[in-house]
């Protein structure tokens, strides 16, 4: 059921896990049972109380980063929603009057949602070799994204023609390999590069190669995003 719900692109969250001895008889042999949803992820939505609790605690992970130079830990506390504990990959997004100050993410899902989205607002913040480390005059000026990312799927194309025609503009993240090196742009990247064409030389040139570069084994994959943000002063 995984396996299809991958190829298919579905969000798979885990609702609950029981067995027959929670209801009735013994524990030496009992039969288990498994609840899960499973959401198509490009139109998939956290509720809004959902997200509320993970840009407040992207904004938390922050202010706490300034102080103690470290990441916080993170605390569920009860009644936690099913979907911030789901095995999520997400990435950060951190931005002043509209530039970028900030971006660190998962590709692939390795931890729960909340405590991604926390330990990548702190990478961003103060990891991203791009930029220096956070100050608490810019954490004003911040305009934070969380972006959850669908699992990347590969592309079957003949030529660069061919994956031009493919993508789609303004939806698709895309994740370019070859020869050890790789590049990703989230779906926001289209912005500022409109042209689908443009979007892949722009990603050719972020994974270190030229814009005309072009190999049998040069990989590309395609995900989807949920994307949600807020200014830092507005939330305070």
């Known amino acids: 059921a995984l396996d299809v719900a ?12 029981r067995n027959s001895g929670d ?31 993970l840009l407040g605690s992207t904004m938390k992970a922050l202010k706490f980063g300034i102080k103690n130079g470290r990441a916080p830990n993170v605390d569920y506390g009860p009644g936690v929603s099913k979907s911030l504990t789901a095995m999520r990959a997400s990435f950060v997004s951190l931005k002043i009057a509209g530039r970028l100050r900030g971006c660190i993410g998962t590709l692939v899902a390795h931890q729960a949602l909340l405590p991604d989205v926390v330990a990548n607002a702190f990478k961003a913040g103060f990891g991203d ?19 959850l990312l669908s699992f990347p ?63 049998d084994g040069l990989k590309v994959f395609r995900y989807t995003t949920e994307t949600f943000g807020e200014a830092y002063r507005d939330a305070v």
């Open 6 to 17: 991958r190829s298919q692109d579905l969000r798979v969250t885990h609702l609950d896990v």
């Open 23 to 53: 209801t009735t008889g013994g524990r030496d042999r009992v039969v288990g049972y498994g609840a899960y949803s499973m959401e198509y992820a490009e139109k998939a939505r956290l509720s809004e109380a959902d997200r509320r609790v």
């Open 129 to 147: 070799p791009r930029f220096g480390p956070l100050t608490l005059e810019e954490l004003e000026k911040l305009n934070i994204e969380v972006s």
């Open 153 to 215: 799927r590969i592309m079957h194309f003949e030529n660069e023609v061919d994956l031009v025609r493919q993508i789609r503009p303004d939806t698709d993240g895309l994740i370019l390999q070859d020869e050890g090196r790789r590049g990703l742009f989230l779906p926001s990247v289209w912005e500022g590069i409109p042209k689908a064409e443009d979007f892949v030389r722009h990603l050719k040139r972020k994974a270190g190669f030229g814009v005309d570069h072009w190999s």
